[in-house]
């Protein structure tokens, strides 16, 4: 037995030797260098050397751009590897269109070989770019870096001080469309002294353009203009000269004015065999509807070009925003020509919608995944009339099945839920008093819900909700959403509670009631900020979202105030035999994204939070306390697993469902790197803080309060890696995060008891989090 158990040790050292081998084995085979033809290098890229004579002051990352341009671009490597181009080699030459066939052509990719790079053509590109860029005067060289299968190229670029802009000089002629362009230049991008740049000349274009066609210059284009430049100014300055090309066409050189606008409502659709009578709704505008589906009102709310007026861009891009945003169209087009003969410069519209099918029905078999860390398949179907009335109002009956596991967790548990729901929405403000507005970019929405959600969780309890809404929804621009609700109404009811929490929410009457049993009728308000929304690139992005939940304000006043009812045994007021809830509860998440390069950003997320329980409510209803931990929160600890305050559930019953770890305050921070590895598969490294907290003191909840003096150290903090699968439709998504600091038993110290390289500590505290799609 002695002897056994010495050879098995003695293997087992010896897997100190051969799994390192192994890894440099299998390292050789994923650099791609192996599986290389006779004679070939693969080109492993170009790297730019700036060389300045004196110091240059330029925030244009000069070296990011010139970098850029460089052609082609070599094999994507994660280290020293570069799995897709050894999965490109090892799959061979597929016969078919298996799995090696997938292989090579989804997830492989071709080597990049030096045979394939002109070296002069990329000097030749940077040249340009440092043209482009006010650098009149640099020098380009280059150098290669040979190895035994591979090559890089070094490319030095000697830079003199850039040239910047000095004067802009106008129009040299007096024309009506010189005297518009002229009128613009007081407000132009180009300010002497500024960095040189034809991408700002570019933008100065367009900008007069969009100017231009704002005055009715329909036909006008970018580039009718020409902007000379003189370097000879000295002073390394470049005076603008704007100029109007010599064969712009006459057209281009006047305004128009609309004339008469042409509506067909069935334009695609239309039948030869049925004859429709074009009605006349006002002067100068007529309607067409071969199969009479839509009222003209819906078409004509939507449109902002009148008859004998200015032609502005403006009104043109609101009315394809509004027609687009009805919902029921599958084409809209607005197409202009110009009255014949020219001399009245007026321009007819058509506008010619192609509905699409009046009826629609869709499935859809997805991934779920909750921010209590169950995750599952999920199952809905919904059918839509997408013009239920006529005016493009949109009837959606949907209904919902889920099956969810616990992932990650300490104990096993499951769920189901199964859900049916109406909704109707209007194209339009639907305000009382006849009151009525157009929102400026696109149709407003007037929405109204109704529905019931049936939840079983195995190891808790059955919640039924009954939900239905009144509200409104509409944009200020592409970018941001306003959402007012002022009619919201929740209706919770618990039944088959397991036997292990049934002393824990049945017997405590007002826990019950705050957990479920509640009327939720009050209004909900919201305001979004999504720049990704913008059609212009940038390095920066932000969404912010601001959320308002006001409820049982009015009920109260009825009741108590107007109608004197007195109130029950708990001393609330209800409906029903239950209690409503009263509160005012608000939230605001702040994300920021910034991109380092082409394969890598920056993501923040802060987000806090308050609920404040008044008047015929103790406690805020559980559905509206927050909660912190899980995939999309702080995910070094367990979903509900962390806080409130200092407070742990270890050794309270209530700690088997978490019932107790909520609160009424809340505050998180998260920093996320986010970089490539391949098309398909990315990484990240992150750190999550935050924590909960309760407004008053529960004997139930020791160290749960909020306390201004000590809740910076009750901060949590967990950091960790992931990779995720990015599809494109679909991402998934794998992290494991560890706590560096807990305030249930660190008490506001970091770091103390982390022990990464203690086996027992990994097993205990190292946290595996499933997500589908990124946390924020």
Not at 709 to 717: D, E, G, R, T
Request: net charge negative.
């Amino acid at each position: 037995m002695t002897v056994i158990t010495r050879i098995a040790y003695g293997q087992l050292r010896n897997l100190r030797y051969i799994l390192p081998a192994l890894m440099l084995l299998f390292a050789g085979g994923c650099t791609g260098l192996r599986n290389l033809g006779e004679g070939e290098k693969l080109y492993t890229g170009g790297e730019i050397h700036i060389e300045e004579s004196i110091n240059i002051e330029d925030d244009r990352n000069v070296e990011s751009e010139l970098q850029g341009v460089l052609r082609p671009i070599p094999n994507s490597s994660f280290f020293i590897f570069r799995p897709r181009l050894w999965m490109y080699q090892v799959s061979g030459e597929p016969t078919g269109r298996g799995l090696r066939y997938w292989m090579r052509e989804r997830l492989g990719e071709a080597p990049v070989l030096f045979r394939d790079v002109s070296v002069e053509r990329n000097m030749r590109l940077i040249d340009n770019r440092l043209y482009n860029l006010g650098y009149f005067d640099s020098d380009v060289q280059h150098k290669l870096d040979t190895g035994r299968r591979k090559i890089s190229v070094d490319y030095y670029v000697f830079l003199e001080p850039p040239y910047r802009f000095g004067d802009l000089y106008p129009v040299e002629e007096d024309t009506q469309l010189a005297n518009a362009i002229n009128q613009h230049l007081d407000e132009s991008l180009i300010e002497p002294g500024e960095l040189y740049s034809l991408e700002l000349l570019r933008q100065e274009r367009q900008r007069i353009e969009r100017a231009l066609k704002e005055e009715g210059f329909f036909y006008f284009h970018p580039d009718h203009i020409l902007f000379q430049a003189d370097s000879t100014a000295g002073e390394r300055r470049v005076d603008i000269y704007t100029t109007i090309k010599r064969d712009v066409p006459a057209s281009a050189t006047r305004p128009y004015i609309i004339g008469d606008i042409h509506i067909n409502a069935d334009y695609m659709n239309r039948s030869p065999d049925r004859v429709s009578d074009t009605l006349k709704l006002e002067e100068g505008i007529f309607f067409t509807d071969q199969r009479g589906q839509f009222k003209p009102e819906t078409i004509t709310r939507s449109l902002f070009l009148t008859p004998d007026s200015l032609y502005h861009l403006s009104d043109h891009s609101r009315s394809l925003n509004h027609l687009i945003s009805l919902g029921t169209f599958q084409f809209v087009n607005l197409r202009f020509s110009p009255r014949q003969p020219d001399d009245q410069h007026k321009l007819d519209v058509r506008v010619l919608l192609t509905p699409m099918q009046r009826r629609s029905l869709s499935a859809e078999l997805k991934g779920v995944t909750k921010s209590n860390n169950f995750a599952g398949p999920g199952l809905s179907a919904s059918v839509t009339n997408h013009n239920f009335l006529g005016g493009a109002e949109a009837l959606k009956i949907s209904t919902n099945f889920a099956y969810e596991a616990l992932v990650g967790g300490q104990r096993s548990a499951s769920a189901r839920e199964f859900g049916l729901d109406a909704s109707l929405r209007f194209p339009r403000f639907l305000i009382p008093f006849g009151w009525s507005a157009r929102s400026p970019v696109m149709s407003p929405k007037t929405n109204i819900s109704t529905g019931i959600n049936f939840l079983s969780r195995s190891d808790a309890f059955n919640l039924t909700t009954v939900q239905a809404g009144f509200g409104y929804v509409w944009n200020r621009d592409l970018a941001t959403q306003f959402r007012v609700e002022p009619v919201k109404f929740n209706l919770y009811s618990l039944s088959d509670v397991n036997e292990d929490m049934e002393g824990i929410i049945v017997d405590g009457s007002i826990l019950r009631q705050g957990l479920f049993e509640q009327f939720i009728i009050g209004g909900q308000y919201g305001w979004v900020y999504n720049s990704m929304l913008k059609s212009g690139e940038g390095d920066n992005d932000w969404y912010i979202q601001f959320n308002m939940d006001v409820s049982g304000n009015l009920a109260h006043l009825l009741l108590d105030k107007v109608l004197g009812v007195s109130t029950g045994d708990d001393e609330t007021h209800g409906l029903f035999g239950q209690s409503f809830a009263q509160y005012t509860r608000g939230d605001a998440d702040i994300r920021y994204y910034h991109q380092l390069g082409e394969k890598s950003r920056l993501a923040f997320r802060l987000y806090t939070g308050a609920g404040f329980p008044y008047g015929n409510s103790a406690m805020l209803p559980y559905v509206k306390q927050f909660v912190i931990g899980g995939s999309n929160s702080v995910r070094a600890f367990h979903p509900r697993t962390l806080g409130p305050g200092t407070f742990s559930s270890d050794a309270d019953g209530g700690g088997i469902y978490n019932i107790y770890q909520t609160g009424d305050l809340k505050l998180e921070a998260n920093v996320e790197y986010r970089f490539d590895i391949t098309n398909l598969f990315k990484g990240a490294f992150f750190v999550d803080a935050g924590n909960i907290w309760r407004l008053d003191e529960d004997e139930d909840v020791p160290g749960g309060q909020f306390d201004s003096a000590q809740f910076h150290k009750q901060i949590a903090l967990g950091a960790g890696t992931g990779l995720r699968i990015d599809a494109g439709f679909f991402i998934l998504r794998f992290d494991f995060a560890i706590p560096l600091a807990d305030p249930a038993t660190d008490n506001g110290r970091y770091f103390d008891d982390v022990r990464l390289f203690d086996r027992d500590w990994r097993r205990d505290h190292l946290v595996f989090n499933l997500g589908i799609g990124y946390p924020f």
